[in-house]
């Protein structure tokens, strides 16, 4: 069977690149090959529509296998990730009781944000753990972090677990200056220096953080979370270096937090991208051993990109999220709940957030295999290439001087960069599903939404003060405006007056519910109307604020004049369809289309017709 095979495929000549790309030229019928087929990322580099073996002969990556440097496969040769869930401690009784029935329910990990007045109660707190067994980490403001250290290290000792617990510290002094705009008040490598000396008894125990889940949820795009990442450890590593530290006792201190954002693929990418370059950056510090060039990272799903609005589809983006992060081999995952953008997470929305890292684990099996992405042509592409731009990140910050040097230039294009994605889902190049697209037409959400802060330990400083990251999440700017619609007196209607060409009618008036739907605006949809004047009196008999003209191009001309002149003013006229300066001529000033800003719009309707 297998001579037959090869055979068979002998009769076929090879298909050179050059030649699959003239037959698909051919079959685009004279499109631009570029424009329809080739993917610019946001990333600065081109995604083809086809990879081959050739493409990714050169990458020695390939070469490589799971454990072994520089790890782009994997630091592991298991997939067995911990499953995290992070507990907000208020009362130390209580946060004890459920750490340990969380871990009845498939949690190993677990992440206690606390404060330094809970060092003297940590015995309390963690009564009933096995801290052989159990990866903690504690999650505190930088002031906190050395006196929780040595609390922890003298429990750990206590448990003769120096050598099998895992966990971390979070000591983040760069944190205060991105969230607020306020510089760290202390000097930074003399307090890491402390820890350093504090956590030495304990092998795994890391204290140093990286916490570029802070650019994730501020908008940041994927290469620049990885370039920034990289030269946030590298600052890590170079500072505490110069104070007398061996490479090896800085590096295996270092703890990556990282988020995930949707693009699937590409956060594969990321994640296997970051482990190869930091493995690189820690070797030229000459590190004893090639295994302190692990890169231990926790992944956590993205808030940024949560919804208020059709939140239920928020368990869509963190699922996807979540496998991404599962399938490129990350040490632990965070599933941030999907009420998150409104409220405290409730046991209900825990239990979902725990479950959908079970169901990838006992259901999908994804802990099976190790690096399933090794080998693609695609993924290994996407590898190489965000490699490429993540490294051209960080040795610009690099010449800049460091990190430190550095990090309002960091805020600043983390900034730009969600600038940008804010004016992509404006104009739907970006879509929130449920939010800028296909929205839910009756949800309300003005009932469920509460204030929370998201500082726990009290370190923040009263006000912000210079530059600082985003803090809105990409569809916060819809939402503000159906919130307002919702707290108006009045709801605005718009009423779709639908006539002639039948295909052309339904698309556009389908078309115009959900544009206004967005908004949160009552809507009238219509069969069709044999004359302008009696879907002008129909709307008009049911009150409308908005009137929408749905019919063909070609149709327009003659319809408009007339809903112009029988309209009258009584309600804003908007025409579904392109703008253009003929229909401007007759009289329309208002129009819907692919190309319309949405949020724009919205906003000038709202302007002109709440009340």
Same mark, same amino acid.
């Given at each position: ?36 087929? $080739?993917?610019?990322? #946001? ?55 459920? +750490?340990?029935?969380? /871990?009845?329910?498939?949690?190993? *990990? ?6 330094? !007045? ?12 096995? %801290? ?13 972090? /050395? ?20 966990? *971390? ?7 205060? &200056? ?21 956590? +030495? ?14 650019? #994730? ?29 061996? +490479? ?20 594969? +990418? ?5 482990? &190869?370059?930091?493995?690189?950056? $820690? ?18 799903? @993205? ?27 990350? !040490? ?34 994804? !802990? ?7 080998? @693609? ?10 490699? &490429? ?30 600038? @940008?994605?804010? !004016?992509? $889902? ?56 159906? %919130? ?12 779709? %007056? ?91 000033? #208002? ?6 800003? $949405? ?10 017709? %709440?009340?």
């Amino acid at each position: 069977m297998a001579e037959n095979r090869k055979k068979l495929f002998e009769q076929f000549a090879p298909v050179t690149p050059e030649e699959w790309r003239a037959k698909a030229e051919v079959d685009l019928k004279g499109a631009d090959f570029d424009k329809k087929m $080739v993917w610019r990322t #946001n990333e600065g580099f081109n995604v083809q529509p086809l990879y081959r073996g050739v493409d990714i002969k050169d990458l020695k990556a390939t070469e490589s296998l799971p454990g072994e440097y520089p790890f782009v496969r994997g630091t592991r040769t298991n997939n067995d990730w911990q499953r995290r869930q992070d507990i907000k401690v208020d009362n130390v009784a209580e946060a004890n009781a459920k +750490a340990r029935e969380l /871990l009845t329910k498939g949690i190993t *990990s677990l992440g206690l944000k606390v404060n330094s !007045d809970h060092a003297p109660e940590l015995k309390t707190l963690l009564a009933g753990i096995d %801290l052989n067994a159990v990866e903690i980490n504690l999650k505190c403001c930088p002031k906190c972090a /050395l006196a929780l250290t040595q609390a922890l290290v003298e429990l750990i000792k206590e448990a003769h677990a120096e050598e099998t617990f895992n966990g *971390s510290v979070s000591f983040d002094p760069f944190k205060r &200056q991105l969230k607020h705009g306020v510089t760290f008040p202390g000097n930074m490598v003399e307090m890491a220096a402390e820890l350093l000396k504090a956590a +030495a008894p304990v092998k795994h125990l890391r204290v140093l953080s990286v916490d570029s889940i802070l650019l #994730n949820n501020a908008g940041a795009y994927i290469y620049q979370e990885l370039g920034y990442a990289l030269a946030w450890g590298n600052e890590w590593m170079a500072q505490l270096t110069d104070a007398g530290f061996k +490479a090896d006792e800085v590096a295996r201190r270092i703890k990556f937090n990282m988020g995930i954002s949707t693009i699937y693929f590409m956060e594969i +990418a990321k994640f296997r991208a970051a482990r &190869q370059l930091w493995a690189q950056i $820690v070797k030229q510090y000459g590190p004893e051993c090639d295994c302190a060039c692990k890169m231990v990272v926790n992944a956590e799903t @993205s808030k940024f990109n949560l919804t208020v609005y059709d939140s239920y589809v928020n368990l869509l983006r963190t699922q996807t999220e979540a496998m991404s992060a599962a399938l490129a081999g990350v !040490d632990s995952i965070v599933v941030t709940p999907f009420d998150a953008p409104y409220k405290e997470s409730d046991d209900f929305s825990e239990r979902i957030a725990r479950n959908q890292q079970i169901l990838l684990r006992e259901e999908s099996h994804l !802990d099976k295999v190790v690096d399933p992405a090794g080998g @693609s042509y695609y993924v290994e592409m996407l590898t190489a290439s965000l490699a &490429q731009e993540a490294w051209k990140l960080f040795l610009d910050v690099e010449d800049k001087g460091g990190f430190t040097a550095a990090i309002e230039d960091v805020i600043n294009n983390v900034n730009t960069s969600a600038t @940008s994605r804010f !004016d992509k $889902v404006a104009k739907r190049k970006e879509q929130l599903l449920g939010t800028n697209q296909f929205p839910n037409f009756t949800e309300k959400a003005a009932d469920k939404v509460t204030e929370s802060c998201g500082c726990h330990c009290g370190c923040a400083p009263e006000q912000d003060g210079g530059v600082a990251l985003n803090k809105k999440r990409l569809g916060s700017q819809f939402e503000e405006v159906r %919130l307002a619609t919702e707290g108006a007196a009045h709801t605005p209607k718009a009423f779709m %007056l639908t006539i002639g060409n039948l295909a052309m009618r339904l698309a556009r008036a389908q078309f115009a519910c959900n544009f206004f739907a967005c908004a949160g605006y009552d809507l009238v949809d219509n069969n069709g109307f044999k004359t302008v004047e009696d879907g002008i009196n129909a709307a008009m008999e049911q009150k409308a604020d908005i009137v929408v003209l749905c019919s063909s191009d070609d149709e327009y001309a003659a319809l408009i004049p007339e809903a112009v002149k029988l309209l009258d003013g009584r309600a804003e006229l908007v025409l579904a369809g392109p703008e253009t300066d003929e229909f401007k001529a007759l009289g329309i000033t #208002n129009f819907i289309n692919v190309r319309t800003n $949405v949020l724009g719009t919205l906003k000038a309707f709202n302007a002109k017709l %709440l009340k």
